[in-house]
């Protein structure tokens, strides 16, 4: 009996005090859950304390704006222009600076007698899709940075089958005020609609032939650029550039080292939330000295050259990621006034007319499916009989090249895309087969309109 109550009493000891346990860790594990709600809502309240400052902070900048009625206009048009460099210039420097790579490569296919030559053009040594099989094509390594309050840096290098080279390297202003901003270094120029954009952003292989014949390509020097942005309900943008003339068409950096010079004109809106467009007027004027051809002759003269240049779009609802259309097109003219040789001819007199044009239109049909059509043609003035059996000499053919494309866009970094080009330069048809893929990676900023 003794027995019993001492266990009894061992037992109630043992669970009076597992009891006090228990409830000492729920006592415990209670304060720890208070001290973590308290933790975060003192997180929260920091948080929505520093939002409250900063909108305090603007009221307080627009209170000030609203206050001074002779400066007001500018003073909004300074504010949203510190939104819009915050939302643009810096998206692309999170990781300061901004550090991107673009891979180029293809695999082209054409018949081994198939020339690329465009009669009654004078193209430069790039133009043309390049040799047959595989390769690496042009790709880039880009770095962007905003330096300070007032200058935003960018460079290019871009890698190909002749090395590494400097493609773009520029400072620009971010406000100079009133709507201007300046750019100088070497960069691509703003002309017509391609030209200031890199190849990897266009939505075919290849460039459209007038801007093979024209701009070899895509034209960019060592200039400076003057913009001014209109303070108007639609954008409204023109500018002009000094080049110093050593890339095509003009070659030679004529009239001591400004041999080019250009002026353009951009006015664009939206149509709704869905539908968007911009066109626009541009001329380049450029000096040349001694321009030489793959066709080894030579040309000394004025280059002039007037693009008129549109883009439309349209995506339901403004989301381009899942549908879009997009009609683009360009019509160019040039005239060249110079001399003019070549085996047979020496600084022969020559007025040149030429123009060409191209209309594309691209359907995004699906998150990852896009397909375009592409139509290019040029048309050269006839000259006198002395020029017969130059590369000048047109044979009465007006070069024309209709392309068809589909592209799988596994996202906006990774593109895989088949092209044929069926051209007809001298009355010859020649198809040309082209597979390219494209890859971006690091801090990649959005691309321009």
Same mark, same amino acid.
């Given at each position: 009996?003794?027995?019993?109550?001492?266990?009894?009493?061992?037992?109630?000891?043992?669970?009076?005090?597992?009891?006090?346990?228990?409830?000492?860790?729920?006592?415990?594990?209670?304060?720890?859950?208070?001290?973590?709600?308290?933790?975060?809502?003192?997180?929260?309240?920091?948080?929505?304390?520093?939002?409250?400052?900063?909108?305090?902070?603007?009221?307080?900048?627009?209170?000030?704006?609203?206050?001074?009625?002779?400066?007001?206009?500018?003073?909004?048009?300074?504010?949203?222009?510190?939104?819009?460099?915050?939302?643009?210039?810096?998206?692309?420097?999170?990781?300061?600076?901004?550090?991107?790579?673009?891979?180029?490569?293809?695999?082209?296919?054409?018949?081994?007698?198939?020339?690329?030559?465009?009669?009654?053009?004078?193209?430069?040594?790039?133009?043309?899709?390049?040799?047959?099989?595989?390769?690496?094509?042009?790709?880039?390594?880009?770095?962007?940075?905003?330096?300070?309050?007032?200058?935003?840096?960018?460079?290019?290098? %871009? +890698?190909? *089958?002749? !090395? $590494?080279?400097?493609?773009?390297?520029?400072?620009? &202003?971010?406000?100079?005020?009133? =709507?201007?901003?300046?750019?100088?270094?070497?960069?691509?120029?703003?002309?017509?609609?391609?030209?200031?954009?890199?190849?990897?952003?266009?939505?075919?292989?290849?460039?459209?032939?007038?801007?093979?014949?024209?701009?070899?390509?895509?034209?960019?020097?060592?200039?400076?650029?003057?913009?001014?942005?209109?303070?108007?309900?639609?954008?409204?943008?023109?500018?002009?550039?000094?080049?110093?003339?050593? %890339? +095509?068409? *003009?070659? !030679? $950096?004529?009239?001591?080292?400004?041999?080019?010079? &250009?002026?353009?004109?951009?006015? =664009?809106?939206?149509?709704?939330?869905?539908?968007?467009?911009?066109?626009?007027?541009?001329?380049?004027?450029?000096?040349?000295?001694?321009?030489?051809?793959?066709?080894?002759?030579?040309?000394?003269?004025?280059?002039?050259?007037?693009?008129?240049?549109?883009?439309?779009?349209?995506?339901?609802?403004?989301?381009?990621?899942?549908?879009?259309?997009?009609?683009?097109?360009?019509?160019?003219?040039?005239?060249?006034?110079?001399?003019?040789?070549?085996?047979?001819?020496?600084?022969?007199?020559?007025?040149?007319?030429?123009?060409?044009?191209?209309?594309?239109?691209?359907?995004?049909?699906?998150?990852?499916?896009?397909?375009?059509?592409?139509?290019?043609?040029?048309?050269?003035?006839?000259?006198?009989?002395?020029?017969?059996?130059?590369?000048?000499?047109?044979?009465?053919?007006?070069?024309?090249?209709?392309?068809?494309?589909?592209?799988?866009?596994?996202?906006?970094?990774?593109?895989?895309?088949?092209?044929?080009?069926?051209?007809?330069?001298?009355?010859?048809?020649?198809?040309?087969?082209?597979?390219?893929?494209?890859?971006?990676?690091?801090?990649?900023?959005?691309?321009?309109?």
């Amino acid at each position: 009996m003794k027995f019993n109550k001492i266990t009894l009493l061992l037992c109630a000891v043992l669970g009076s005090a597992t009891c006090n346990l228990a409830f000492a860790d729920q006592k415990t594990a209670k304060q720890t859950d208070a001290a973590s709600v308290k933790k975060l809502k003192q997180e929260l309240q920091q948080l929505q304390q520093n939002y409250q400052d900063k909108i305090t902070e603007l009221e307080s900048r627009l209170s000030d704006i609203e206050d001074n009625n002779d400066d007001t206009q500018e003073n909004i048009e300074q504010l949203a222009i510190d939104v819009s460099q915050q939302g643009n210039k810096k998206a692309a420097n999170t990781f300061n600076p901004g550090l991107w790579m673009i891979l180029n490569g293809r695999f082209v296919s054409y018949n081994d007698k198939f020339n690329y030559a465009l009669p009654g053009y004078n193209l430069s040594t790039d133009a043309g899709p390049g040799n047959q099989g595989l390769q690496l094509d042009e790709s880039e390594l880009n770095i962007s940075t905003n330096v300070d309050d007032k200058f935003y840096a960018w460079t290019t290098i %871009s +890698f190909g *089958a002749d !090395g $590494a080279n400097i493609e773009e390297a520029y400072l620009q &202003t971010l406000n100079m005020g009133n =709507g201007f901003n300046v750019k100088f270094g070497r960069f691509f120029s703003n002309i017509g609609y391609l030209a200031s954009k890199h190849t990897h952003t266009d939505d075919f292989a290849n460039r459209p032939l007038p801007y093979e014949a024209f701009l070899g390509g895509q034209f960019g020097d060592d200039g400076i650029q003057t913009t001014w942005l209109a303070p108007t309900d639609v954008f409204w943008e023109s500018g002009i550039e000094l080049y110093r003339g050593d %890339s +095509f068409p *003009a070659v !030679g $950096a004529g009239n001591s080292g400004i041999g080019t010079w &250009t002026a353009f004109s951009h006015v =664009g809106g939206d149509i709704g939330i869905s539908q968007s467009w911009r066109a626009g007027l541009s001329y380049l004027h450029a000096d040349v000295k001694d321009r030489q051809s793959s066709a080894s002759d030579t040309f000394t003269g004025i280059s002039k050259l007037w693009i008129a240049d549109f883009i439309y779009r349209w995506a339901p609802n403004g989301n381009r990621v899942d549908n879009e259309f997009k009609l683009q097109g360009e019509y160019l003219a040039r005239n060249e006034q110079g001399l003019f040789s070549d085996l047979n001819l020496t600084n022969s007199s020559i007025d040149h007319n030429q123009n060409g044009w191209y209309l594309e239109g691209v359907y995004h049909f699906s998150r990852l499916w896009s397909a375009g059509i592409r139509t290019s043609r040029l048309s050269s003035a006839n000259l006198a009989n002395k020029f017969a059996g130059s590369v000048l000499d047109d044979l009465n053919h007006s070069p024309i090249q209709h392309s068809l494309m589909v592209e799988w866009n596994n996202s906006e970094f990774s593109h895989v895309r088949f092209q044929m080009d069926n051209n007809n330069f001298n009355g010859k048809k020649e198809n040309v087969f082209i597979l390219q893929y494209i890859a971006a990676f690091g801090a990649h900023g959005a691309h321009a309109y």
